[in-house]
């Protein structure tokens, strides 16, 4: 077909009709609705010569018989223009751009404008059996569609629910029901519509599975506990003080004239570098504790032989710690052992802090403190909380729950513990950091690769007191993180610290039991390239683990306000920016953003009361009272 474009002749542009206004090097076109543009005659295809007046010319479909056309054509091969003629009986604008239409359709006929054939009767009928397909699929997309629209979902929706709930748990990019509806493609906006359409209630957590973390108890083989030489340590008076209902005891201490001792579950003694055990502890890279559930890093058999206390005699890895005048820890002795542990509740540990041996363990703990405190330890005491919630873990599938018929709880019920400061707690945490510290100078001494955690000074140092200038004072703190080589930990005023003492529930405390158990039993150590390597891997899975801790005891605490939104809450102003600030709530260790603030100051005791609650995205509002 020769592309000579006159004035008033039919043209396909991207594939939609045109008519030539002027030709030239440029050719001016007309669009449908009457937009003029100027375009190459490399863009156009000349389909009729015309004179074509209007665009709306082509509307109608003239009269014609398609299906004897094409019978005719089989076998041959004819341009749009004798197409047009066969089906209509003349080659009008008219008739040639419906000729394009059936070509373009390409059912009946294949080819180009120049040059076309027919298509076989058995390709034909597979193509219209494949365009009915697509078009009974679409219409049962639009009900679809329909149907969450009108809160109306069938046993046949779930496959795309499916999807949406991928997209709520972080385990897809993008979702066809969102984009269709025209919502934001995110996991907030896919959590909001399950929720809407009532297949998810407010019980489910979906941060643990966003964030990427195992959703289910680790199920490996736990071997028994090797026969070796251990000390007998059973004489010493041992003590593992945790909170109420802790499951997982792993340390313990005891005193010894001027020194403690800190014995620690001997995780390494079960769990060898790169044994599949090891392996699926460093994927996971430490325990997480959320409110309904604990999903541990290791088998819960690996707790059952490990955990201090809970059997008659514990074995242990123990920490021989002196205490300088200064309050410089130094480890004297690392030997396996075997102990007798009394186990105790902090509060219950607190009752006695004023007796043997808990009140000369507390002064040299105490003496340890002054020195970290001087050496500019951060003093931030910050409310904390304990949460819990009777939900169990659930089913992460929509689809399998809908098949098994299980529904997640409408009544559940989240408490909140206030968790106190007690003299008890702060002499275990003392304790603990003097051994990451003694440990750490220990493994430097003897070249032994370790991760050292790490956490730079803030760009101002203070000494906050109240709870306004401790809440900005930890604002200004960077992350800490693991490193190889050494460096300050300006939160905890230390300049050496590894992290030793929960082996059970935190991969990088195994790492340092494993060096520090093959370097006191002449075995090769891991060498720094290959820690590193591990270092790594394992800080992953525990960031992600510590994101997921901190979502899902948000999501908890906002469903606690929202069982109780007659409370009235006390609250602080730890913030303020003009008319607005922050205001903390202690009883939840939780701040929400207030208006309306112009006449408060920092510090100030205000009482706030629940207004609403936004769970997708985690977010509340407050009224004063």
Not at 79 to 99: F, K, N, Q
Not at 121 to 127: D, K, Q, S, T
Not at 498 to 505: D, G
Request: overall charge negative; some cysteine; hydrophobic content about 40%.
């Amino acid at each position: 077909m020769t592309q000579n474009f006159k004035a008033r002749s039919l043209v396909l542009y991207k594939n939609g009709p045109a008519i030539v206004d002027q030709p030239g090097d440029k050719i001016a076109i007309q669009l449908a609705g009457g937009k003029q543009i100027k375009v190459r005659p490399k863009d156009i295809q000349l389909l009729h010569p015309g004179p074509l007046q209007s665009l709306a010319e082509l509307d109608q479909e003239p009269q014609g018989n398609m299906a004897d056309a094409w019978e005719l054509l089989q076998g041959e091969t004819v341009d749009l223009t004798e197409l047009a003629d066969l089906i209509y009986g003349a080659a009008t604008p008219a008739s040639v751009w419906h000729s394009w239409r059936l070509l373009d359709e390409a059912i009946h006929f294949t080819g180009t404008p120049e040059e076309l054939t027919p298509r076989s009767e058995a390709e034909v009928a597979a193509l219209l059996d494949k365009q009915r397909e697509k078009e009974e699929e679409a219409a049962r997309w639009e009900a679809y569609l329909q149907r969450v629209k009108d809160r109306a979902i069938q046993p046949e929706d779930f496959p795309h629910l499916g999807d949406l709930e991928r997209l709520a748990y972080g385990q897809a990019s993008t979702n066809r029901t969102l984009k269709a509806l025209g919502i934001e493609i995110a996991p907030e906006k896919a959590h909001r519509l399950l929720l809407q359409l009532a297949l998810w209630n407010d019980a489910v957590n979906p941060y643990p599975a966003r964030f990427g973390c195992a959703t289910s108890q680790p199920e490996l083989q736990v071997p028994e506990l090797p026969e070796e030489p251990r000390e007998d340590l059973t004489a010493l008076e041992t003590f593992a003080i945790d909170d109420d209902n802790c499951s997982d005891p792993d340390d313990a201490i005891s005193l010894d004239g001027d020194g403690l001792w800190i014995h620690v579950a001997d995780a390494a003694a079960l769990i060898n570098a790169d044994s599949p055990l090891d392996v699926e502890a460093r994927a996971r890279g430490a325990n997480l504790y959320l409110p309904e559930v604990v999903i541990n890093m290791l088998p819960e058999d690996v707790t059952s032989i490990l955990g201090l206390g809970l059997q008659e005699i514990s074995p242990a890895l123990s920490f021989k710690i002196g205490v300088g005048a200064d309050g410089t820890p130094a480890c004297l002795k690392i030997v396996p052992s075997w102990i007798r542990v009394q186990r105790l509740s902090y509060s219950a540990a607190d009752q006695l802090m004023e007796t043997a041996p808990f009140q000369q363990m507390s002064f040299i703990t105490e003496q340890f403190r002054t020195r970290r405190v001087a050496q500019g330890a951060a003093r931030i005491n910050l409310p904390e909380v304990k949460l819990k919630t009777t939900v169990e873990g659930a089913l992460y599938n929509l689809c399998a729950r809908h098949e098994l018929g299980l529904k997640e709880p409408d009544n559940f019920t989240v408490e909140i513990k206030d968790l106190p400061r007690l003299n008890s707690r702060d002499m275990v945490t003392d304790a603990m950091l003097m051994a990451g510290e003694a440990i750490a100078r220990y493994c430097l001494e003897n070249a032994i690769p370790v991760p050292f955690a790490c956490q730079p000074p803030p760009d101002e140092a203070g000494s906050p007191v109240t709870m306004a200038e401790m809440f900005a004072y930890r604002k200004k703190f960077k992350r800490s993180e693991l490193r190889l080589e050494p460096d300050w930990h300006s939160g905890l005023g230390l300049e050496r610290y590894t992290r030793a003492t929960s082996p059970l529930r935190r991969y990088s405390d195994l790492l340092v039991h494993q060096q520090v158990r093959a370097f006191i039993g002449g075995e090769p150590i891991i060498g720094e390239a290959e820690m590193l390597e591990r270092m790594s891997q394992a800080d992953v899975g525990g960031g992600n683990t510590s994101r997921a801790e901190r979502q899902s005891n948000r999501h908890w605490t906002l469903l606690h306000m929202q069982q109780h939104p007659e409370t009235v809450y006390r609250g602080v102003v730890v913030d303020k920016r003009d008319d607005r600030g922050t205001v903390l709530i202690p009883e939840l260790a939780i701040d929400v953003k207030m208006r309306r603030m112009a006449d408060a100051e920092l510090d100030d005791e205000v009482h706030v009361q629940l207004l609403q609650i936004n769970l997708p995205d985690l977010d509340f509002t407050c009224r004063m009272v």
